[in-house]
Protein backbone atom coordinates (compact mmCIF):
# COMPACT_ATOMS: atom_id res chain seq x y z
CA UNK A 1 0.00 0.00 0.00
CA UNK A 2 1.37 3.31 -0.63
CA UNK A 3 -0.05 7.29 0.34
CA UNK A 4 -3.39 7.63 1.55
CA UNK A 5 -5.63 4.99 1.74
CA UNK A 6 -9.65 5.47 3.01
CA UNK A 7 -11.82 2.78 3.51
CA UNK A 8 -15.15 2.26 2.65
CA UNK A 9 -14.92 4.36 -0.97
CA UNK A 10 -18.78 4.08 -1.09
CA UNK A 11 -21.09 4.42 2.65
CA UNK A 12 -24.84 4.65 2.92
CA UNK A 13 -26.35 5.11 5.91
CA UNK A 14 -29.67 6.05 7.88
CA UNK A 15 -29.90 8.98 10.49
CA UNK A 16 -30.36 6.80 13.12
CA UNK A 17 -26.91 4.64 12.12
CA UNK A 18 -23.57 4.45 13.50
CA UNK A 19 -20.61 4.09 10.93
CA UNK A 20 -16.99 4.81 10.80
CA UNK A 21 -14.39 6.17 7.75
CA UNK A 22 -10.70 5.02 8.32
CA UNK A 23 -7.95 6.82 7.00
CA UNK A 24 -4.37 5.45 6.59
CA UNK A 25 -1.47 6.76 5.49
CA UNK A 26 2.04 5.09 4.30
CA UNK A 27 3.89 8.10 4.00
CA UNK A 28 5.55 8.84 7.40
CA UNK A 29 3.52 12.49 7.67
CA UNK A 30 3.06 13.86 11.15
CA UNK A 31 -0.34 15.76 10.49
CA UNK A 32 -3.74 14.16 9.11
CA UNK A 33 -6.64 16.14 7.96
CA UNK A 34 -10.54 15.18 7.21
CA UNK A 35 -12.10 17.19 4.91
CA UNK A 36 -15.70 17.57 3.97
CA UNK A 37 -16.35 18.40 0.01
CA UNK A 38 -19.83 19.12 -1.65
CA UNK A 39 -21.51 19.48 -4.79
CA UNK A 40 -19.92 23.40 -5.71
CA UNK A 41 -18.29 24.52 -2.43
CA UNK A 42 -14.79 24.50 -1.67
CA UNK A 43 -13.39 21.90 0.31
CA UNK A 44 -13.91 22.61 4.35
CA UNK A 45 -11.40 21.85 6.59
CA UNK A 46 -13.13 19.55 9.37
CA UNK A 47 -10.47 18.39 11.57
CA UNK A 48 -7.00 18.67 12.23
CA UNK A 49 -4.18 16.55 13.93
CA UNK A 50 -1.04 17.07 14.18
CA UNK A 51 1.78 14.26 16.14
CA UNK A 52 -1.87 12.69 16.79
CA UNK A 53 -3.43 15.70 18.70
CA UNK A 54 -6.21 17.29 17.74
CA UNK A 55 -5.30 20.67 17.14
CA UNK A 56 -7.87 22.08 15.14
CA UNK A 57 -12.00 21.69 15.35
CA UNK A 58 -13.54 23.87 12.58
CA UNK A 59 -16.80 23.85 14.46
CA UNK A 60 -17.96 20.71 13.21
CA UNK A 61 -21.40 19.21 14.70
CA UNK A 62 -20.40 16.74 17.43
CA UNK A 63 -22.02 14.27 14.85
CA UNK A 64 -19.08 14.02 13.73
CA UNK A 65 -16.40 11.89 16.22
CA UNK A 66 -12.95 11.68 14.98
CA UNK A 67 -10.24 9.32 16.24
CA UNK A 68 -6.74 9.50 15.28
CA UNK A 69 -4.80 6.32 17.35
CA UNK A 70 -1.60 7.04 15.97
CA UNK A 71 0.10 8.69 13.72
CA UNK A 72 -0.54 6.64 10.53
CA UNK A 73 -4.33 5.88 11.10
CA UNK A 74 -7.36 8.21 11.66
CA UNK A 75 -10.96 7.88 11.75
CA UNK A 76 -14.05 9.58 11.49
CA UNK A 77 -16.97 8.27 13.42
CA UNK A 78 -20.68 9.08 12.64
CA UNK A 79 -23.87 8.78 13.90
CA UNK A 80 -27.31 10.52 14.22
CA UNK A 81 -26.53 12.11 10.68
CA UNK A 82 -28.44 14.26 8.58
CA UNK A 83 -29.10 13.96 4.96
CA UNK A 84 -27.08 17.11 4.31
CA UNK A 85 -24.06 15.53 5.00
CA UNK A 86 -24.29 13.28 2.36
CA UNK A 87 -20.76 14.54 0.76
CA UNK A 88 -17.30 13.24 -0.23
CA UNK A 89 -15.36 12.80 2.74
CA UNK A 90 -11.41 13.04 1.99
CA UNK A 91 -8.69 12.64 4.48
CA UNK A 92 -5.24 14.09 3.96
CA UNK A 93 -1.90 14.47 5.32
CA UNK A 94 1.81 16.10 5.23
CA UNK A 95 4.71 16.11 6.93
CA UNK A 96 4.69 20.03 8.95
CA UNK A 97 7.13 22.05 9.22
CA UNK A 98 8.01 25.87 9.55
CA UNK A 99 8.99 28.30 7.07
CA UNK A 100 7.65 27.37 3.38
CA UNK A 101 4.30 25.84 2.79
CA UNK A 102 4.11 22.01 2.94
CA UNK A 103 1.13 20.91 0.58
CA UNK A 104 -0.74 17.67 1.58
CA UNK A 105 -1.27 13.80 -0.03
CA UNK A 106 -5.17 13.15 -0.50
CA UNK A 107 -7.04 9.72 -0.72
CA UNK A 108 -9.57 8.61 -2.68
CA UNK A 109 -12.64 10.04 -0.25
CA UNK A 110 -15.38 8.19 0.79
CA UNK A 111 -18.74 8.81 -0.87
CA UNK A 112 -21.31 9.36 2.10
CA UNK A 113 -24.76 9.08 1.18
CA UNK A 114 -27.42 9.67 4.05
CA UNK A 115 -31.07 8.57 3.15
CA UNK B 1 -9.27 35.99 6.82
CA UNK B 2 -7.56 34.23 3.67
CA UNK B 3 -9.34 34.14 0.30
CA UNK B 4 -9.26 31.87 -3.04
CA UNK B 5 -11.62 32.90 -5.98
CA UNK B 6 -11.41 30.48 -9.15
CA UNK B 7 -12.40 31.45 -12.52
CA UNK B 8 -14.13 30.61 -14.54
CA UNK B 9 -16.07 27.89 -12.94
CA UNK B 10 -16.33 25.88 -15.91
CA UNK B 11 -14.52 25.80 -18.99
CA UNK B 12 -15.19 23.81 -21.98
CA UNK B 13 -12.44 23.94 -24.97
CA UNK B 14 -11.45 22.04 -28.16
CA UNK B 15 -8.81 19.95 -28.39
CA UNK B 16 -5.48 22.05 -28.89
CA UNK B 17 -7.46 24.68 -27.85
CA UNK B 18 -5.05 26.90 -25.37
CA UNK B 19 -6.55 28.52 -22.49
CA UNK B 20 -5.55 29.83 -18.92
CA UNK B 21 -7.34 29.31 -15.38
CA UNK B 22 -7.01 31.80 -12.42
CA UNK B 23 -6.93 31.63 -9.49
CA UNK B 24 -7.00 34.97 -6.94
CA UNK B 25 -5.65 35.34 -3.53
CA UNK B 26 -6.28 37.30 -0.70
CA UNK B 27 -3.72 36.52 1.95
CA UNK B 28 -1.23 37.59 5.31
CA UNK B 29 2.02 36.02 4.46
CA UNK B 30 1.63 33.53 1.38
CA UNK B 31 3.83 30.32 2.32
CA UNK B 32 2.81 28.25 -0.44
CA UNK B 33 0.08 28.38 -3.58
CA UNK B 34 -0.87 24.54 -4.50
CA UNK B 35 -2.72 23.36 -7.59
CA UNK B 36 -4.19 20.24 -7.55
CA UNK B 37 -6.07 18.02 -10.41
CA UNK B 38 -9.13 16.01 -9.16
CA UNK B 39 -11.12 13.84 -11.39
CA UNK B 40 -14.44 12.67 -10.43
CA UNK B 41 -14.94 10.79 -6.88
CA UNK B 42 -11.33 10.55 -6.63
CA UNK B 43 -9.12 12.83 -4.44
CA UNK B 44 -7.31 15.25 -5.51
CA UNK B 45 -4.29 14.66 -7.18
CA UNK B 46 -1.50 17.14 -6.48
CA UNK B 47 0.26 19.29 -9.29
CA UNK B 48 2.52 22.60 -8.30
CA UNK B 49 3.30 24.57 -5.37
CA UNK B 50 4.63 27.63 -5.76
CA UNK B 51 6.59 29.60 -3.15
CA UNK B 52 6.78 33.29 -4.27
CA UNK B 53 5.96 35.93 -7.12
CA UNK B 54 7.31 35.39 -10.66
CA UNK B 55 7.88 31.62 -9.89
CA UNK B 56 6.72 29.28 -12.76
CA UNK B 57 6.56 25.15 -12.94
CA UNK B 58 5.92 23.16 -15.88
CA UNK B 59 4.42 19.52 -15.89
CA UNK B 60 3.73 18.52 -19.71
CA UNK B 61 0.67 20.69 -21.19
CA UNK B 62 0.56 21.81 -17.90
CA UNK B 63 2.33 25.87 -16.42
CA UNK B 64 1.80 27.57 -13.37
CA UNK B 65 2.27 31.17 -12.42
CA UNK B 66 2.17 33.37 -9.37
CA UNK B 67 2.48 37.08 -8.99
CA UNK B 68 1.74 38.73 -6.35
CA UNK B 69 -2.48 38.55 -6.07
CA UNK B 70 -3.19 35.44 -8.61
CA UNK B 71 -1.50 32.47 -9.92
CA UNK B 72 -2.56 30.84 -13.50
CA UNK B 73 -2.62 27.32 -14.70
CA UNK B 74 -1.83 27.91 -18.66
CA UNK B 75 -3.00 24.44 -20.17
CA UNK B 76 -1.86 24.08 -23.74
CA UNK B 77 -2.94 22.67 -26.79
CA UNK B 78 -5.11 20.08 -24.08
CA UNK B 79 -6.14 16.67 -24.29
CA UNK B 80 -9.50 15.13 -23.83
CA UNK B 81 -7.47 13.48 -20.88
CA UNK B 82 -7.02 16.80 -19.10
CA UNK B 83 -10.65 17.12 -18.52
CA UNK B 84 -11.00 17.17 -15.03
CA UNK B 85 -11.62 19.73 -11.78
CA UNK B 86 -8.71 21.99 -11.02
CA UNK B 87 -8.44 23.33 -7.35
CA UNK B 88 -5.87 26.18 -6.24
CA UNK B 89 -5.17 26.41 -2.09
CA UNK B 90 -3.41 28.63 -0.53
CA UNK B 91 -1.30 28.08 2.83
CA UNK B 92 -0.31 31.49 4.73
CA UNK B 93 0.98 32.71 7.88
CA UNK B 94 0.71 30.16 11.30
CA UNK B 95 -2.02 27.79 9.47
CA UNK B 96 -1.58 24.31 9.09
CA UNK B 97 -4.51 23.87 6.88
CA UNK B 98 -4.59 24.89 3.14
CA UNK B 99 -7.86 27.35 2.29
CA UNK B 100 -9.12 25.90 -1.18
CA UNK B 101 -11.12 27.62 -4.02
CA UNK B 102 -13.94 26.08 -5.66
CA UNK B 103 -12.53 25.05 -8.46
CA UNK B 104 -12.26 24.83 -12.01
CA UNK B 105 -14.36 22.26 -14.44
CA UNK B 106 -12.30 21.90 -17.53
CA UNK B 107 -14.03 19.80 -20.15
CA UNK B 108 -11.46 18.85 -23.33
CA UNK B 109 -13.95 18.02 -26.23
CA UNK B 110 -12.35 15.97 -28.96
Known amino acids: ETGVTQTPRHLVMGMTNKKSLKCEQH?????MYWYKQSAKKPLELMFVYSLEERVENNSVPSRFSPECPNSSHLFLHLHTLQPEDSALYLCASSQEGTGVGYGYTFGSGTRLTVV | EDQVTQSPEALRLQEGESSSLNCSYT??????LFWYRQDPGKGPEFLFTLYSAGEEKEKERLKATLTKKESFLHITAPKPEDSATYLC???????????FGSGTQLTVLP
Open chain 1, 27 to 31: LGHNA
Open chain 2, 89 to 99: AVQAGSARQLT
Open chain 2, 27 to 32: VSGLRG
